[in-house]
């Protein structure tokens, strides 16, 4: 009986010769050696063996040109070895591919919903579809392979990302030409959703960025000026809160043309058949030259192909390593020939590059209703800000597009580039401008001004005196010395008012230097109080090197400060509220852990690593902050992490990046071992507190007093045991193990927390490296053990610390306890 149902249900479905079969329905097989054809005969549906392999795939190619061009593959990594598939639509609608020798299905699709009337059609522009017979919209498709690419992007397709639906619309190479299964390069839109960057298409190898299109500017890719209206095909980008993609269509159908992902050049290329010659021609390609390769020139410099060497630093910017750079070895790029000075409208200024691809807009943020003027002025307000540029140059422009840090892959073209707008110090503007104009113009200010200058310059002084006379200064120790205020000062009653006299009630928390309160503001601003306990001794100079720091430090993971009250023997630090109050709040508590899912947690550590990365390499003064613990990150209404605290932070300037000290001041469980008995801080021992968070994030656990549950063993003892025996994922919070889905993601961030808290200083990567890891799925170095394996050993380096580092010291340890601050 179940014979004869197959035979009967074979010969319903086997197309005779010359009848042209597009369509497939349910409980009819289509085996191989039987195909589908479009309508026209363009595209055919069926099985077919690659190159020179023995394996059997399902896939749509072109009808008419040699070869079999396939432009399409279902089980692209699963193939058949015979001839024995089957392809079927079932009566729920889906697909299913099988091996008819063993009935088990090899490839099929999962549909949401199910039709009535299933129908699997060919389209004559290569697209597979399923649709309900039903539905009088016959473009309403159940699913389609145009969903699905492979290494061809047809007319009609969309590259980019479907973001209501969670669909990503991305390419991919082949192996090789015997084999379809995903090769080393993917091409599609990236875009971060949650920080609203600009979207632009990369071409990765493996996890690494390998070419750059440039983002959208309203005409083209920034960085293809060839891609102009022409005569063969129409194209459009789209950019919604729904979807941001990239499509074209034929204008005349007798044209055949297809973007392809070759792993054999090594690009993305537009062909076109000419039918004359059999051939596909290359309409355009990428990349095109050296000046092409992704980060060619480092950090702050452009690639001009018709130069010899041809990177360049822009103009305000000077090789990092001259010597490197001389031999044309430009991975260090480029470094500001001044520093910004960050304090507002006519301090900084900006340069106008011209005929430029837009650099990597990994770091941007985008404003579609933003002016040229508006997208300035903002850029000034942010310290972190390095460009600006428009999104839409097309009439007078419009749209703000915003660049945060280094600049990444700029190249220069004769034609077609665009305008970016880089930020640098006023001084800098005058000397790369006309040396003679410059010079008439500061003669002329001087003599405009001068005099005026004097006058203000008294009456500024009378009043600043007065100021400081009324309101009082910061007390460094020295009753006789006075030290002025970087920060607006505000009054006492001012803040007394907005904490109703510093209530119980609005008492947020109380820390190593006394406690902090809510605020509302009389114009409705909330804030944070942090108030300096009176009985405090060592806090007056730790509340001086805040109100230091802090008033040149602005980034977006760095809790930001309104200002300082000074009164008498009160003195008050005025921050920004903080309504989800701190990380150790949710982390090391089961039932608030469970509002921290792990793209949450993830967005946290990567955020804490952008703020550290400022502190350590992007600001002004090189800053270590020598207290990063879980109470101080906290979480702001949309759960983003802001470093806070900096009482304890050493700044440096230039290229000093570590110090030592006689006073170790910190918290027990995050200090570095050859800081905390050996008085050496460094960046590194700041990598040590962030690595060691990162475990914490993860586990749910606090690193003090886990030894106490685990016999002697540290929080990072254990975790690099449970990896060493393949078994990390007993380290994981339980609310955090059902994200299957992101579990090599978690599992990595622990590897790169241990690589963090390793023994030596030398062997923790950087900030900068850090973020490379978490954002890329490079293969990571093997961790060596970290210190503090078990609580034995924190004695035991304890010893040999304080005698073979610096054997001449003494130090007074000052450990700090307390968790909130």
């Known amino acids: 009986m179940g014979f004869i149902s197959f035979l009967f249900i074979f010969l319903v479905f086997r197309p005779t010769l010359g009848e042209v079969v597009d369509t497939l329905k349910p409980f009819q097989f289509m085996r191989d050696g039987t195909t589908l054809i479009s309508s026209e005969g363009t595209f055919e549906l ?12 399902l896939g749509i190619w072109y009808r008419n040109i040699p070869d079999s061009t396939v432009v399409w593959v279902a089980n692209r990594c699963k193939p058949i070895n015979d001839s024995s598939g089957l ?23 999962n549909l949401s919903k199910q039709a009535q009337e299933p129908l699997l059609q060919l389209l004559e522009n290569g697209n597979l579809v399923v649709r309900d017979e039903k539905d009088e919209n016959k473009d309403n498709y159940l699913w389609q392979s145009f969903d699905y690419p492979g290494d061809t992007f047809l007319s009609g397709m969309k590259m980019g990302l479907d973001l209501k639906r969670g669909i990503t619309w991305e390419l991919s190479s082949w192996k090789s030409l015997n084999d379809p299964c995903n090769g080393d390069f993917s091409y599609g839109i990236e875009y971060n959703e949650q920080h609203h960057t600009y979207p632009e298409p990369i071409l990765r190898k493996g996890s690494a960025k390998f070419y750059r299109t440039g983002p959208w500017n309203g005409l083209r890719y920034s960085g293809c000026p060839e891609l102009r209206p022409n005569t063969l095909y129409d194209y459009q980008f789209v950019y919604t809160d729904d979807e941001i993609y990239y499509t074209y269509s034929l204008k005349n159908k007798s044209v055949i043309t297809k973007v392809v992902i070759n792993q054999t050049t090594n690009s993305r290329q537009r062909l076109i058949w000419i039918e004359t010659e059999k051939i596909w021609k290359p309409y355009y390609s990428g990349p095109r030259d050296q000046c092409d390769k992704y980060g060619q020139c480092g950090a702050n410099a452009e690639c001009i192909i018709t130069e010899n060497p041809i990177c360049q630093c822009l103009k305000g910017f000077k090789p990092k390593s001259l010597q490197d750079w001389n031999s044309m070895d430009w991975s260090k790029g480029c470094v500001r020939s001044k520093p910004l000075s960050c304090h507002g409208k006519g301090k900084d200024g900006f340069l106008k590059f011209s005929g430029l691809k837009l650099p990597d807009t990994q770091y941007t943020w985008v404003n579609k209703g933003m002016n040229l003027r508006e997208c300035k002025d903002k850029c000034l307000r942010n310290c972190s800000c390095m460009a600006y540029t428009n999104s839409d140059i097309r009439g007078e422009g419009s749209g ?6 280094n600049l990444y892959d700029i190249r220069q073209f004769p034609s077609g580039g665009q305008d970016l707008f880089v930020r640098i110090s006023a001084s800098e503007i005058a ?18 001004i001068g005099l ?81 306990a009176m009985w405090s001794g060592q806090g007056v100079d730790e509340f001086r090197n805040e109100v230091k720091l802090i008033a040149k430090l602005q980034h977006r993971n760095l809790v930001k400060i309104f200002g300082c009250c000074v009164h008498e023997e009160e003195k008050m630090l005025i921050y920004e509220y903080m309504s989800n109050k701190s990380l150790d709040y949710f982390i090391f508590d089961e039932s608030r852990g469970k509002l921290l899912e792990w793209p949450k947690r993830f967005q946290i550590i990567c955020g804490i690593a952008k703020g550290l990365s400022y502190l350590h390499h992007d600001s002004r ?29 050493k700044s440096f300037g230039g290229d000093q990046i570590e110090g030592n000290t006689n006073k170790v001041v910190g918290t027990y469980g995050y200090m570095a071992p050859e800081y905390a008995f050996g008085g050496l801080f460094s960046i590194k021992s700041d990598v040590f507190s962030f690595g060691t968070l990162i475990l914490e994030i993860i586990s749910g656990k606090k690193s003090r007093g886990f030894y106490y549950e685990k016999s002697g063993i540290t929080l990072i003892g254990y975790a690099f045991t449970l990896m060493k025996e393949g078994n990390i994922f007993e380290l994981i919070e339980k609310g955090l193990r059902d994200s299957y889905y992101n579990m090599e993601e978690i599992i990595r961030c622990i590897h790169i927390g241990l690589l963090c808290v390793q023994q030596s200083p030398i062997d923790r990567p ?22 503090y394996f078990t609580h034995k050993d924190l004695w035991e380096d304890h010893h040999s610390s304080t005698t073979k580092l610096l054997p001449s010291y003494t130090f007074d340890t000052n450990i700090s306890d307390v968790e909130a601050r």
């Open 431 to 448: 000397r790369v401008d006309d040396p003679k104009i410059v010079e008439r113009a500061v003669i002329i200010t001087a003599i405009v």
């Open 46 to 57: 069926g099985f077919f063996t690659p190159g020179n392999s023995n394996n059997r795939y």
């Open 766 to 787: 950087n900030v900068p490296s850090i973020i490379m890891m978490l954002s890329s799925e490079s293969v990571l170095p093997q961790p060596k053990p970290p210190g």
């Open 87 to 109: 392809f079927t639509l079932n009566n729920t609608g889906n697909l299913e591919l099988l091996v008819h020798n063993n009935k088990s299905v090899i490839w099929s699709t």
């Open 400 to 405: 703000c597009v915003i660049w945060f840090g």
């Open 452 to 532: 005026a200058c004097g006058m203000i310059l008294i009456g500024f002084y009378i009043c600043k005196w007065r100021k400081f006379y009324d309101r009082n200064v910061i007390n460094n120790g020295n009753k006789g010395k006075e030290e002025e205020l970087e920060l607006p000062l505000f009054d006492l009653h001012e803040i007394s008012m907005a904490t109703n006299n510093f209530s119980e009630n609005n008492k947020l928390g109380e820390g190593g230097f006394g406690p902090v309160y809510k605020g509302t503001l009389e114009e409705g601003q909330e804030i944070a109080v942090k108030r300096l």
């Open 621 to 649: 003064l090189r800053i270590i902050h020598r207290d990063l613990k879980a109470s101080n990150v906290l979480l702001d209404e949309e759960m983003n992490p802001k470093i806070s605290d900096f009482g304890l932070a």
